[in-house]
Structures are given as C-alpha cells and as structure tokens.
C-alpha cells in the first residue's frame, strides 16, 4: 500500500520530464494505491519566474493558464484511471511573500482540489533550493551564515504555516539542501532548533501532516526530508506523517522508497497516514478522508517485493 502526495511533471513543470498521464501510469506498474498530483501553483510576478521559464518565454499569465489546464487534465485522469489507483488532486505553494496568501486562496476557492502542499522556496523572494548561486544571494541577503538564513526561512516557514494552514507540508527542512553541510542535524544552532519546534508545534496543534519526502536522498543526502531528529520532535507531540517521493519524473516514481522502511523503523515511527479524495473546505482548512496504517502492515505490501 505505498502512497506519494507530492508529484510534478514536465507538462507542466519546466524543471520536471514526463507528462501527467506518464506519472499515472508509472504510479500503476509500481503498485502504488493513492498517488497525488500536485503541481506549483503560478506566480504573479514577473521577477518570480525562474531561469527557465525566462529562456522558455513564459509569463505570469501563460502560468495561471497552465494551471487551470493542470486541474482539467488531472481531473480527467483521477476518473479515468479511477479502477485501479486512487488519483488526489492538489497543489504545491510558493511562500514568496505575504502577497502570496491571496493567490492561494483564490486557487482554493475557484477550483477543488483534495490536498494542498504549503512548501517555502525562497527568502527574502530569492529561491533557496534552485542552485548554489542563489542560496549563495538568499544567504548574503540574511548575514552571510546558514544560521541566519536558516532562522529567516524558518520564520517564512511559520508566516505560511499560520496564513493558510496547509493539510500536508512539504520538504519541512528544504533549507539544508544547498548549505555548505547538508547532512547535519540543527539541535546544536539553539535559534534555529527553537523555530523549527515553534513550527512543529503549531503545525500538531492543527492537525497538519509531515511528509517524509524522498527527494532529499536522490540529492545525495543522506536522510529524507525532514531529517530524523525533526521527526522524532514532531512524533513527541503527537505529530503524522504521510510519504512523498517528489517525483519529477517516471523514473522517480517510488524512487528510494526501499531505504525509507528503514528509516521510519529507526525513527520511531509507528505509523503513517493514508488520504483519501474528500474535496471539502471548512474555514479555509482542507478537510480530509485519512486513515492510519502500520508500519507492519506497509512492510508486507507487495510493492516492497
């Protein structure tokens, strides 16, 4: 019974490959049960598009289009393959700044989705995660230190968590990825750590999920998102997990998800959660259709085989 909420694909995603359906159909041959398609949401700014999207000629507003072509298409496959894998259909956030709750909101409320991914890339409206030289100007723009930066993109971190109270977060601790050490833990950066609890705090109190996202590890590093530290944290407080492979590709579908057994029984974690489609908003809150599942019973799906 494994299960992915974070996807994306080269339709409709210029640093991805694949199309929609090909995600789909890799998520099928893989054995997957739930698998969620959840592509970035658009940005309004010409000064957000990324390199790629530059050399491409793409616009804030070709971006709102091909969303609202994303949401068509990816209802279309959710019914149409419907009788052999549970299909969610969501979006991932851009925390770019302040601004950006308006643009969420709306998506929300002018389509249904089942899931919503609040994820944070940029600092200071500079992307953190895209290459060494712009975490290079993301870290210079809060002092020059990882520590610094670290503290500034945790807070974003909290500004998004509380403007939109997102069901699912995604890749918690993302900032480590470009740092110059991307494999240690954050316990001995007394600042740093206070945040990272303040936010898996609130994030417990309203019933969000952690993805254990496997992206990390395709990176070369050596934990998922969120290092195991974070997640023995979140677990104290109650905390639940779903998994994420953040795949980009069909060949990443499921990718790393061998290791991962292993890592949910070093940390402790006796279970994670299943969502199931409910497309149902209550106060701004993504409502869902969850159950938990053992880490026992996942170990004896076929998938693992």
């Known amino acids: 019974m494994p299960f992915s909420y974070h996807s994306h694909s080269g339709q409709f995603c210029l640093h991805a490959n694949g199309t929609l359906q090909g995600m789909v159909e890799a998520a099928i041959a893989r054995k997957m049960e739930v698998f969620a398609l959840t592509e970035h949401m658009p940005r309004d700014q010409e000064a957000d598009l990324y390199p790629e999207e530059i050399a491409a000629g793409r616009t804030p507003k070709e971006l709102f289009e091909l969303f609202k072509r994303f949401h068509h298409e990816a209802r279309e496959l959710q019914n149409r393959y419907s009788d052999q894998i549970t299909i969610l259909v969501g979006?991932?956030?851009?925390?770019?700044?302040?601004?950006?709750?308006k643009i969420i909101e709306e998506l929300s409320r002018d389509y249904q989705f089942?899931?919503?991914?609040g994820s944070v890339h940029h600092v200071n409206s500079i992307p953190i995660d895209f290459d060494a030289a712009m975490y290079q100007k993301a870290r210079e723009s809060e002092g020059g230190t990882d520590e610094t930066l670290f503290n500034a993109y945790f807070?974003?971190?909290?500004?998004?968590?509380?403007?939109?109270l997102p069901c699912i977060v995604g890749h918690f601790d993302l900032i480590r990825l470009k740092s110059d050490h991307p494999n240690y833990g954050f316990r001995q950066m007394d600042d740093v750590w206070s945040k990272i609890r303040r936010n898996l705090c609130f994030i417990a109190?309203?019933?969000?999920?952690?993805?254990i996202n496997t992206s990390s590890l395709r990176k070369g590093m050596t934990e998922p998102y969120p290092n195991a530290e974070i997640c023995k944290e979140f677990l104290g407080m109650g905390g639940k997990f779903v998994l994420s492979d953040d795949s980009h590709s069909v060949e990443q579908v499921g990718l790393n998800y061998q290791g991962l057994l292993s890592f949910l029984v070093e940390s402790e974690i006796p279970e994670i959660y299943v969502i199931k489609p409910c497309n149902s908003l209550a106060g701004g809150k993504y409502?869902?259709?969850m159950t938990a599942c053992r880490i026992s019973d996942l170990k004896r799906h076929s998938f693992w085989k």
Do not use: K
């Open 91 to 101: 979006f991932e956030t851009e925390w770019i700044r302040p601004s950006s709750r």
């Open 114 to 117: 089942d899931i919503l991914i």
């Open 155 to 164: 807070d974003a971190q909290h500004d998004m968590l509380q403007a939109i």
């Open 205 to 211: 109190s309203y019933g969000g999920l952690l993805e």
């Open 287 to 289: 409502m869902l259709n």
